[in-house]
């Protein structure tokens, strides 16, 4: 076999797109000690990209070995592949691009009289090395990428997601390397570019926006094997894809699901369906602890003791999540907020890249219209006024102009008396067994709730600090003197700053000082505390009540059961029958008693309490055909645990119920005392809040 195409198959495993060189020259410049990365593509890196640093640079003979296959320092023994701290090391980068691109190298070390250049197309030199007057380090570009395998060429994909993937990479490499200036450009235009400061909250606020990195949360966590520093989003910070969660294992960017999953674990309840975190975490650990050569591209890796770091993980995220003060709040969005980090460009602009989430549309804020009824136009929908206290609405009845609906017409709509009546008796029984629970849930929790002079009152509980806070957008000359730091810099590789200051302050004791106000809309409790005001999804509250609830008697005594007058009879397909086999007692001692009855039928006789006065069969149902995609599950036992407790929040009360001032305390205070108040099962936000500073600007007392 020719030796040009031998360098060209092998030249297939580690140059797949132009991304694939990106990569490769990066880390070549950051293994050579760069403090300045700049890459440039033309045409989605296709017609052109230059990666040039400030680096060490290299010699006249280095420059030609470079190109060499196989040809590294980086390591010397086999016993180096056991403990490698480089990014590179395999030796094939140069030599893999020149043979399916043309390749120019200028290169100069720091103190030599001047550089050399080098030309390399098809794995052969063009000329011999030359000298070149230029500043100490590297620049390689390349052109024309795979000029000499048009069928690879012809099966790329479109400028614009190659560009995508390129930005991507230098993203990539920007935030594993903060203490690194990174320069992209698409052409002539800057698109990004670090400070390189060794603070990655300033890369954060670079890719993403200064509004998204100052919402970010600090993680920090270690035992003797292993450290991990970095920042995660908050739950409200959720995005519609898991690109967007980087892991640096030594340095180096990688892709591993385990690790993705933990911190997904770690988010448990507070993300909402269909929602991934965003975050950059740092993994230290001993080189010999985690195998890097598993993947041609170097972007897997396999840990020793796996699960070890996955429970790490798990540990720090969850903690760094449990100590914020996760209330998300309404004032105007910061017009630095639409700024989002590009990962693919539009179609008509082949050098632009496209946002990563859409700009949000309009204002998160508008003013409320005045009730209606104030001004003779007739009630609302909900009767009476739009706002009116929870002592108003107690044992009042609705008068026969509140039985009417505003159409969108305008047009006022009667009400069918017979229909309200109907719907008011089958709910009844609902409305007295959602009383019940939240009587007892403050029963439970009345021990637990501070007294008043426990309390403490001071102002900065109720509104965070403005220290820290950037005003202005930066333009792409002065991003790098954006300062998101506070305070004395923590010094952990890879990552600087205190976060502390950038976000909330804890505020569990100001919601144990919720003073509810009222009821607005029949569905969000209205109640204040210092100089905040809380609004309160009173369903989501309410199903995080029960759920912890709930959960807490499965995990003390276990759950009591009711038995049925008439048991249940369902019919099961094979799996979920294997299942029963399998797990019978695990669902006994949920209350699920379970006996079979012949063919694929079952009898149920006993469910749990916590499903009293809901609809039992489908609930049965919706167990068993979980039961039957959870076989595999490492703990089966927990996990159907959860579904019992998931259904039975199906008991908490609903939108559009009245609720009296009693049972709004009462739902206050057990919320206050919940373990995550700021979340309902489903990841869905419980309350929002809004300062009086907020307030003012928006009636444009203050500006």
């Given at each position: 076999m020719p030796q040009a195409l031998a360098n060209q198959i092998a030249a297939g495993e580690v140059v797949e797109r132009p991304a694939s060189c990106v990569k490769e020259l990066v880390e070549n410049s950051l293994d050579a000690g760069a403090t300045r990365v700049s890459v440039t593509l033309v045409d989605g890196g296709i017609a052109c990209m230059a990666v040039e640093d400030d680096g060490k640079g290299m010699d006249k003979e280095d420059a030609v070995m470079a190109f060499a296959r196989h040809a590294t320092s980086k390591i010397q023994t086999e016993l180096d592949l056991t403990r490698i701290h480089t990014l590179g090391f395999r030796g094939e980068a140069l030599a893999s691009i020149a043979a399916v691109a043309r390749v120019t190298l200028e290169t100069r070390q720091v103190g030599a009289e001047h550089g050399w250049r080098v030309h390399a197309e098809g794995s052969d030199m063009v000329s011999p090395p030359e000298g070149v007057g230029r500043a100490p380090g590297t620049l390689v570009e390349v052109r024309d990428l795979f000029f000499n395998t048009p069928a690879r060429l012809k099966y790329l994909r479109s400028v614009q997601t190659?560009?995508?993937?390129?930005?991507?990479?230098?993203?990539?490499?920007?935030?594993?390397?903060?203490?690194?200036?990174?320069?992209?450009?698409?052409?002539?235009?800057?698109?990004?570019?670090?400070?390189?400061?060794?603070?990655?909250?300033?890369?954060?606020?670079?890719?993403?926006?200064?509004?998204?990195?100052?919402?970010?949360?600090?993680?920090?966590?270690?035992?003797?094997?292993?450290?991990?520093?970095?920042?995660?989003?908050?739950?409200?910070?959720?995005?519609?894809?898991?690109?967007?969660?980087?892991?640096?294992?030594?340095?180096?960017?990688?892709?591993?699901?385990?690790?993705?999953?933990?911190?997904?674990?770690?988010?448990?309840?507070?993300?909402?369906?269909?929602?991934?975190?965003?975050?950059?975490?740092?993994?230290?650990?001993?080189?010999?602890?985690?195998?890097?050569?598993?993947?041609?591209?170097?972007?897997?890796?396999?840990?020793?003791?796996?699960?070890?770091?996955?429970?790490?993980?798990?540990?720090?995220?969850?903690?760094?999540?449990?100590?914020?003060?996760?209330?998300?709040?309404?004032?105007?969005?910061?017009?630095?907020?639409?700024?989002?980090?590009?990962?693919?460009?539009?179609?008509s602009q082949t050098d632009a890249a496209r946002p990563l989430e859409g700009r949000q549309q309009g204002t998160l804020w508008r003013a409320a219209e005045p009730p209606a009824a104030a001004y003779g136009a007739g009630p609302d929908a909900q009767g009476g006024t739009l706002w009116q206290s929870a002592g108003q609405r107690a044992g009042s009845q609705p008068d026969s102009s509140s039985q009417r609906q505003l159409q969108p017409d305008g047009r006022w709509l009667s009400r069918s008396p017979q229909k309200a009546v109907r719907q008011d008796g089958q709910q009844q029984g609902a409305r007295s067994a959602v009383r019940r629970s939240i009587a007892e849930t403050a029963a439970a929790t009345e021990m637990y709730r501070p007294q008043p002079d426990q309390i403490q009152t001071s102002q900065t509980d109720a509104e965070p600090t403005d220290a820290g806070k950037v005003h202005a957008e930066p333009t792409d000359a002065e991003q790098t003197d954006v300062d998101l730091t506070v305070g004395n810099s923590s010094q952990m590789p890879g990552v600087s700053g205190d976060l502390s200051s950038l976000t909330e302050l804890s505020g569990r004791d100001l919601l144990r000082q919720l003073r509810p106000i009222g009821q607005a809309l029949t569905t969000y409790i209205l109640a204040e505390a210092g100089d905040t005001l809380f609004i309160i999804d009173q369903h989501a509250a309410h199903e995080r009540v029960l759920y912890e609830r709930f959960r807490k008697e499965t995990e003390v005594g276990g759950l009591k059961l009711?038995?049925?007058?008439?048991?249940?009879?369902?019919?099961?397909?094979?799996?979920?029958?294997?299942?029963?086999?399998?797990?019978?007692?695990?669902?006994?001692?949920?209350?699920?008693?379970?006996?079979?009855?012949?063919?694929?039928?079952?009898?149920?006789?006993?469910?749990?309490?916590?499903?009293?006065?809901?609809?039992?069969?489908?609930?049965?149902?919706?167990?068993?055909?979980?039961?039957?995609?959870n076989l595999h599950h490492p703990d089966v036992r927990e996990a159907m645990r959860e579904e019992v407790v998931m259904r039975a929040c199906k008991a908490a009360i609903k939108a559009h119920q009245r609720l009296s001032d009693m049972e709004i305390q009462a739902l206050c205070q057990a919320l206050a005392e919940a373990d995550d108040p700021f979340h309902c099962p489903h990841g869905r936000p419980v309350l929002i809040r809004m300062s009086n500073r907020d307030l003012e600007k928006e009636f444009r007392r203050i500006v």
């Open positions: 190659e560009q995508t993937r390129c930005i991507e990479v230098v993203q990539q490499a920007a935030l594993s390397r903060p203490d690194v200036a990174f320069r992209c450009q698409l052409g002539d235009r800057l698109l990004f570019q670090t400070p390189g400061r060794g603070n990655l909250l300033d890369v954060l606020a670079v890719l993403y926006g200064v509004g998204e990195a100052r919402q970010f949360l600090k993680v920090e966590s270690s035992n003797p094997d292993y450290q991990i520093v970095g920042y995660v989003g908050r739950p409200t910070q959720g995005k519609s894809s898991r690109i967007h969660g980087h892991w640096f294992i030594n340095g180096r960017p990688v892709r591993n699901y385990a690790l993705h999953q933990a911190v997904v674990d770690g988010y448990k309840g507070r993300l909402m369906v269909h929602r991934h975190p965003i975050y950059a975490l740092f993994l230290t650990l001993d080189a010999t602890l985690v195998d890097v050569n598993i993947h041609p591209h170097k972007s897997e890796v396999r840990f020793s003791e796996e699960r070890d770091v996955v429970r790490l993980v798990q540990a720090a995220v969850a903690g760094t999540l449990d100590e914020a003060f996760l209330v998300p709040g309404m004032s105007r969005p910061h017009p630095i907020a639409d700024s989002r980090m590009p990962t693919e460009t539009t179609s009711i038995p049925l007058l008439t048991p249940l009879t369902l019919s099961l397909t094979p799996a979920q029958l294997q299942g029963i086999e399998q797990h019978g007692e695990e669902l006994a001692s949920l209350g699920l008693a379970v006996e079979e009855f012949g063919g694929r039928e079952i009898i149920v006789r006993t469910i749990p309490q916590v499903w009293e006065g809901l609809d039992a069969p489908s609930l049965v149902e919706g167990v068993l055909h979980s039961l039957e995609s």
